[in-house]
């Protein structure tokens, strides 16, 4: 399962809108897609619930994981969306 680490870019963190933005990603790519902030159990990344219990914050780091056909493209692109600025989008 590939996974990497990645700072969090929304100035909300991963809250609210951001949060919804982020969950329909990763629910999107059909695979099995996990978020991890350090001190905290791993929470499915498909579910805003569980966003929200990990109370993630701008400019932290989390773990990502994906697993699944294309796993490796999924990450980059979830990637690349965790990393940038979700309030402006």
Known sequence: ????????????GLH?????????????????VTIEKEGKPAANAASILGLLTL??????????SVEGDSADAHLATLTALLTSNLDEA
């Not at 399962?1 to 100035?11: D, I, K, L, R, Y």
């Not at 809108?17 to 982020?22: E, L, Q, T």
């Not at 109370?55 to 990502?64: A, C, F, S």
Request: hydrophobic fraction near 45%.
């Open 1 to 12: 399962m590939p996974s990497t680490t990645a700072v969090v870019g929304s100035t909300s």
């Open 16 to 32: 609210a809108r951001p949060a919804s933005i982020f969950a329909q990603a990763a629910a999107a790519t059909g695979a099995k």
């Open 55 to 64: 109370g993630i914050n701008h400019g932290e780091t989390v773990t990502l």
